[in-house]
């Protein structure tokens, strides 16, 4: 098992950038694949980024493509997203996911492929 906890959200004005961590802890000696996610009220969970085990690959949804970058600190557990750029659109709760994964250059994009889920924390931007 493996625990994610997310912070960094908060209220920005439209333009302005926020940096999203997510931390894990526990069984993070195996190697696993991370997501972003976000929900915005009424709507369902929709992919932002995913990057690979290696930190070699990333994908964006096309919404935040060029705006949102992905990475992450291995020895540090922990996975960001740089938000730059950011509209009223993008508000929403962000969750971070893991997957197990020893393949290189692989990402998941669905929901459902993910089991490991953090809290969530609440990006808001205001016009």
């Known amino acids: 098992q493996v625990q994610l906890v997310e912070s960094g959200g908060g209220l920005v004005q439209a333009g302005g950038s926020l940096r999203l961590s997510c931390a894990a802890s526990?069984?993070?000696?195996?190697?696993?694949?991370m997501g972003w996610f976000r929900q915005a009220p009424g709507k369902e969970r929709d992919f932002v980024a995913a990057i690979d085990v290696s930190e070699l690959v990333t994908y964006y949804a096309d919404a935040v493509k060029g705006r949102f970058t992905i990475s992450r600190d291995n020895a540090k557990n922990t996975v960001y997203l740089q938000m730059n750029s950011l509209k009223p659109e993008d508000t929403a709760v962000y969750y971070c996911a893991a997957v197990i994964s020893f393949v290189g250059g692989r990402y998941f994009t669905s929901s459902a492929q993910y089991p490991y889920w953090g809290q969530g924390t609440q990006v808001t931007v205001s016009s």
């Open positions: 526990g069984r993070t000696r195996s190697n696993y694949a």
